[in-house]
């Protein structure tokens, strides 16, 4: 019988999500919340470009929660109301139904809000008798479960890095990118994203988790950062970027290990490929660098299916929270992360 799965907004991430709903032979779509009032009464495939399927979109959470369903995969964006988007998890939880989310990044490790969010998680799990996963592909697959499998091959290690090195000039949410990430913005200018530990917050679970799987005792979690100005005014899909503006942004979050840096997440990202040369280059691309014996590479790009880098990336968020929806449903009641789940494969989905 097919898990019966609510696609809770539709934005950015959810659109690709309620796809690969549509798409999978092991869940059926149960329900579609959705923020905007323009998108409700809507039909769930006008929403992802699919084909009618008769579950009309809806800004009724109480309505929905009422439905039996196994699952809610939760994508609203949380950057600028974690607490909110946590008390909604709870909520759904609470209700009996399982959760998959990439709203509240850091929770890819349940204690990195601390104690006391981490309680609450659990408590509407246990009182749901439901499960709760937050995964995606950064944070998520590509700088948790990919690295924790290829340091398996090492005879040891000294350092595990991580980077992302994309183009975001086509990631289709400009209050993230040109607001919350500060692109466009002044090189004075203080961003969220940029703001003291906001990085160690947004990343610090990642290193949290790797450091739990290889069983690392941190001394501290740090970060930095460097940003490059646009040398000339010029356009992307996003909107205009002015001379002088952020054109580019490279920061790292490293979990600190005998007063060195052992595990290190570094992002580096363009508005313009010619930017900042001397950075690390990558045509739209995830990469693990394992310094230690022997030395290891692995390099995972990514692309939609027109092609594009960025888009691909957030594809690979969705598909990843929605094929690990068995798995998460199976596992006993309680707050999980990338270590509690088995093997995630793409079993029924060849094309």
Request: negative net charge.
């Amino acid at each position: 019988m097919a898990l019966r799965v609510i696609q809770w907004s539709t934005g950015n991430v959810g659109r690709y999500a309620l796809r690969a709903i549509l798409g999978h032979p092991e869940l059926e779509l149960a329900g579609v919340w959705v923020h905007g009032e323009k998108k409700a009464g809507t039909d769930a495939g006008e929403l992802c470009g699919r084909a009618p399927t008769g579950v009309i979109a809806t800004r009724d959470a109480d309505a929905l929660l009422d439905e039996p369903a196994d699952c809610v995969v939760y994508t609203a964006t949380a950057d600028l109301r974690p607490m909110e988007a946590v008390e909604d998890i709870c909520r759904i939880l609470r209700s009996g139904k399982n959760v998959v989310s990439s709203s509240v990044v850091s929770l890819v490790h349940p204690q990195t809000l601390g104690p006391a969010v981490a309680a609450r998680l659990e408590e509407a799990c246990q009182a749901g008798g439901s499960s709760f996963l937050t995964s995606g592909i950064d944070p998520g697959f590509a700088n948790d479960v990919l690295p924790l499998v290829l340091s398996g091959l090492c005879e040891n290690w000294e350092e595990i890095r991580i980077q992302e090195i994309v183009n975001y000039a086509t990631y289709d949410q400009p209050e993230v990118v040109l607001g919350t990430m500060g692109f466009g913005q002044p090189l004075d200018a203080t961003p969220i994203l940029l703001a003291p530990g906001a990085l160690s917050v947004g990343w610090g679970g990642t290193i949290r988790l790797l450091a739990e799987g290889l069983g690392l005792e941190l001394d501290e979690v740090r970060d930095v950062h460097e940003r490059v100005p646009a040398p000339e005014t010029f356009d992307t899909p996003l909107g205009r970027i002015e001379k002088g503006t952020m054109a580019a942004l490279r920061f790292e979050v490293q979990g600190i290990v005998d007063g060195h840096p052992a595990i290190v997440v570094e992002h580096v990202t363009r508005l313009r490929d010619d930017l900042a040369p001397e950075w690390p280059q990558g045509d739209g691309c995830y990469r693990v660098i394992i310094e230690g014996v022997p030395r290891i590479t692995c390099e995972l790009g990514m692309a939609d299916e027109h092609g594009d880098h960025a888009v691909g990336g957030v594809v690979l968020t969705a598909t990843r929270l929605v094929n690990a929806i068995p798995a998460v449903c199976e596992a006993p009641p309680g707050v999980l992360s990338a270590l509690d789940l088995p093997l995630v494969t793409g079993r029924g989905l060849r094309a």
